[in-house]
T-cell receptor, first 113, second 117 residues
Framework: ELKVEQNPLFLSMQEGKNYTIYCNYS?????LYWYRQDPGKSLESLFV?????AVKQEGRLMASLDTKARLSTLHITAAVHDLSATYFC?????????????FGKGTLLTVNP | NAGVMQNPRHLVRRRGQEARLRCSPM?????VYWYRQLPEEGLKFMVY????????ESGMPKERFSAEFPKEGPSILRIQQVVRGDSAAYFC???????????????FGQGTRLTVV
């Protein structure tokens, strides 16, 4: 059974600081997704990582995937208050045959002024 | 192109009643996934459907829950005789045919927040 673990689960950081959220998973997969969720809202797709070594950046967020280590990271650079949200990683181990995802528990990020 | 549409957005049911949650996929999508999010938790897969077929229902509770995706109309997640523990946010996602180069992910709807009182 695929397990996806995120850490930390709670992250409080100051504006302007850098930090990394980690996502480990237990089975072979090269398809990993990062989402953002604001309270009471749906999931916003941030990054789709589909191969070993994939690196994608959007604004202050950068995501990478190491399939050999079964690890993805979401790096936050110079955090701003608007980044406060819950961030989920999700893994698809179907080999591309469907989009059934296994989610981590999420990281609640709070960026303080 | 409208996104994935779910309705209702909020649903309140008394214990023992039935809840029907609807999901209209994005135009051109024929694959639907249902997920449940309990408070303070991540999403958990429930069921994967294509038009008129249930492909994977490994995450569905054995009793009271059913899902369908008819040839015409939205996908329906039905919960019979609801209990307080069914209170959660239910999200559906839709996708095109997996494996095709232009299809790399499923897209999520806004969710239905079910409260059982």
């Amino acid at each position: 059974e695929l397990k996806v673990e995120q850490n930390p689960l709670f992250l409080s950081m100051q504006e302007g600081k850098n930090y990394t959220i980690y996502c480990n998973y237990s089975t072979t997969s090269d398809r990993l997704y990062w989402y953002r969720q604001d309270p009471g809202k749906s999931l916003e797709s941030l990054f789709v990582l589909l191969s070993n070594g994939a690196v994608k950046q959007e604004g202050r967020l950068m995501a990478s995937l190491d399939t050999k280590a079964r690890l993805s990271t979401l790096h936050i650079t110079a955090a701003v208050h608007d980044l406060s949200a819950t961030y989920f990683c999700a893994v698809d181990d179907s080999g591309g045959s469907n989009y059934k995802l296994t989610f981590g528990k999420g990281t609640l990020l709070t960026v303080n002024p | 192109n409208a996104g994935v549409m779910q309705n209702p957005r909020h649903l309140v049911r008394r214990r023992g009643q039935e809840a029907r949650l609807r999901c209209s996929p994005m135009k051109g999508h024929s694959h639907v996934y249902w997920y449940r999010q309990l408070p303070e938790e991540g999403l958990k897969f429930m069921v994967y459907l294509q038009k008129e077929n249930i492909i994977d229902e490994s995450g569905m509770p054995k009793e009271r829950f059913s899902a369908e995706f008819p040839k015409e109309g939205p996908s329906i997640l039905r919960i019979q005789q609801v209990v307080r523990g069914d209170s959660a946010a239910y999200f559906c996602a839709s996708s095109g045919v997996p494996g095709q180069p232009m299809n790399t992910e499923a897209f999520f709807g806004q969710g239905t927040r079910l409260t059982v009182v």
